[in-house]
Nanobody, 123 residues
Framework: QVQLVESGGGLVQAGGSLRLSCAASGSRFSINAMGWYRQAPGKQRELVAAITRDKNTNYVDSVKGRFTISRDNAKNTVYLQMNSLNPEDTAVYYC?????????????????WGQGTQVTVSS
């Protein structure tokens, strides 16, 4: 099992910034893709940003130029720097990590989710 712990959400005024962190822990695992999703009330969960093991990134159009995803492979941690926040960014943000966990019986793919962190942007 790979567990994820998120931090960094909160309340901020429009135009402000927040930085989310998500740390993965467990035994004998490797990480491939890491990403951040968000879900606003009454809306479907959407992919905000993703980063591969080689640090290639992609973003949903609405956050391009404002959000930056990064990862520290040594710390098994992914970050989301959010700048120029606006009320439309208000949502619960979820970290997602995918990779392979290892046991004496071999490797197995996993897909883990964080508990979610609330981001609220006031106008």
């Amino acid at each position: 099992q790979v567990q994820l712990v998120e931090s960094g959400g909160g309340l901020v005024q429009a135009g402000g910034s927040l930085r989310l962190s998500c740390a993965a822990s467990g035994s004998r695992f490797s990480i491939n893709a890491m990403g951040w999703y968000r879900q606003a009330p009454g809306k479907q969960r959407e992919l905000v940003a993703a980063i591969t093991r080689d640090k290639n990134t992609n973003y949903v159009d609405s956050v391009k130029g404002r959000f930056t995803i990064s990862r520290d492979n040594a710390k098994n941690t992914v970050y989301l720097q959010m700048n120029s926040l606006n009320p439309e960014d208000t949502a619960v943000y979820y970290c997602n990590v995918r990779g392979t966990s290892f046991s004496p019986f071999g490797g197995r793919e996993y897909d883990s989710w964080g508990q979610g962190t609330q981001v609220t942007v006031s106008s």
